[in-house]
């Protein structure tokens, strides 16, 4: 590796630490200073975890520090500022809590060591009245308004759900806290606030007068993760040393496609776009995921970095199963903007609002429809899709099979693959496709390519293949990297004996000539295993691996067909 790079942190490091110590800091000190030298004294942005929220506030928090020497060379040295100090008071609400009157003990414990760093001693024992106190003896104490930070300012009811009594005895908890900064408003130079979800009945609209939402404001679009721009400046001269690190490890050096070999500084490009690009706020400005793109850049491998930590996978489960929304697994059409901005109750989450809130989903175009501003919203890159595919094709999957356990559907499900009974597992993905209900299938006139050569049909109809085989065996892999390609669906049957499947949509059938075109494209599927070599590592190894080709057309037609060993 070339030691004339910058380092690279993939945990949250301090801005000063990042400057003093010589690591990269993709510059936003620009759309910093235009927020602080704005008339607006209470801001409110929200963004998905692991989106550089806290690295916002700790940039805001030096900018009142009056250290002008952190910024030499900075966008807001270079637009000019003065720097002037104010004292800052920084609350992290990620707190480890389970209960109300933990999440009281946690806030009462953030309180004291805010006033013991500042050498002020607080009287008051009741959370609300402690942050009231030391605001006012801060502001005493230094005779300058006081800069408060708020970070993930709901997380003690995200992280509480999908246990909705939890949920609403700690937004009680959060409303009494947030609520008591109305008294203290005039004391401000600053409230700045960040958080994923906008939940209702916080307190924090009405305890911070005329709170400005910078979320969907134009302006501040990119305030959070890397524009292409910023990755080419920053990141740049670090894309040859990758390329030469995944040929030398022999890593999958193509797209999904296996169309478009990653040999040159656009080509690898472009994959990083794909995998990581996308996320939109305004539907004009295009950012890519920065702990991802850290993770990446550490470590030269693509992979799927990003977690929801708010996010947990029983609440989204939950989300999908208790809503009902038209999504084509790439679009959703038509939302108006008072949804998207929606405030959530947390015992009645909504999934559209939800999902954008927590990163599942972001904007593809705004536009008008009969006078009303209108989002299309879309799952935004390759690292995001498997994940909110499983968990919107397991609600599909809900739908169709009422008890996931059932012991004889495995059974007929691997003893069609271990006996090559073609025939009998036709049958069983026809009826799993032909049964689900109409308006959940992926329209003919919605089938544009995405950015990896595959149609959405195509994609739904492998998902759902893949959930159903998740659900009911041991062991099934979707897009396993391999050597040459990544194969639609790896199951294990046992520790010897492995099945490799892919999956051919057969678009543009005439009726005289569905079975011939479903042949025809199962054929295609195996010839693809073939060349590709999916299974040779398991034949080094001793192992079998079974190949199967499936061909599938419309709501029920299938054609299966197993090849060699």
Known sequence: MN?????????????????????????????????????????????????????????????????????????????GYDFPQYPVLRLDMSLANSSPEELK????????????????????????????????????????????????????????????????????????????????????????????????????????????????????AAICGFTPEEMDHYFGDRYPAILQSLNSDNYLATTKSGRQVLSTTAALKKEILNWYDGYSWDGLTKVLNPISIINFLDIHTFGRFWKLSGASENLLTNVFENSSFELTFDKLEGVPLDELLAKLIPDQVKAVPFL???????????????????????????????????????????????????????????????????????????????????????????????????????SFYHSLLWVYCKVLLKDARAEEPGSKGTPDLTLALNDQTYVIVELKYAQDVGQDNVEAVLNKRAQDALKAIKDKMYGQHYHLKGQKALTVGVGVFGRGEVKVIFGGD
């Not at 690591?23 to 008339?39: H, I, M, N, S």
């Not at 806290?54 to 030096?62: G, K």
């Not at 230094?142 to 700690?170: C, F, R, T, W």
């Not at 559907?409 to 009826?431: G, V």
Request: proline share 3%; with cysteine.
């Open 3 to 79: 030691t004339s790079f910058k380092k690279l942190t993939t945990d949250f490091t301090p801005f000063r630490t990042l400057i003093e110590d010589d690591y990269v800091y993709v510059d936003k000190t620009g759309l910093l200073r235009e927020l602080v030298l704005g008339p607006d004294n209470a801001i409110f942005l929200s963004r998905p975890r692991r989106f550089g929220k806290s690295l916002v506030l700790d940039t805001v928090a030096e900018i009142f520090s009056g250290d002008a020497s952190l910024f030499d060379g900075l966008q807001i040295q270079k637009l």
């Open 105 to 220: 003990r946690a806030l009462m414990g953030s309180l004291n060591l805010l006033a013991e760093e500042n050498n002020l001693t607080l009287k008051s024992k009741d959370y609300n009245n402690a942050l009231k106190e030391l605001i006012k003896k801060t502001r005493n104490k230094h005779q300058k308004d006081v800069v408060l930070l708020i970070d993930e300012y709901d997380d003690p009811v995200s992280s509480a759900l999908p246990d909705k009594i939890l949920a609403e005895k700690n937004t009680k908890v959060l409303s009494k806290f947030y609520g008591g900064l109305k008294t203290v408003n005039s004391l401000l130079r600053l409230a700045f606030v960040t958080g994923v979800t906008r939940y209702s009945m916080m307190g924090i609209s009405s305890g911070l007068n005329n709170l400005y939402d910078i979320s969907f404001d134009k302006k501040y």
């Open 356 to 458: 954008f809130q927590t990163g599942y989903l972001t904007i593809d175009k705004r536009y008008y429809k009969n006078s009303v501003e209108c989002f299309s919203l879309k799952v935004p890159n390759f690292e995001l899709k498997n994940e909110f595919y499983s968990n919107f094709s397991m609600n599909l999957f809900k739908l169709l099979v009422k008890d996931t356990k059932k012991v004889q559907e495995a059974i007929k499900l691997e003893t069609a693959f271990l006996k090559r009974d073609a025939e009998a597992l036709s049958k069983i993905i026809a009826a799993l496709y032909a049964e689900l209900p109409a308006v959940l299938h992926p329209r003919a006139d919605q089938d544009s390519a995405d950015e990896h050569g595959r149609a959405p049909r195509e």
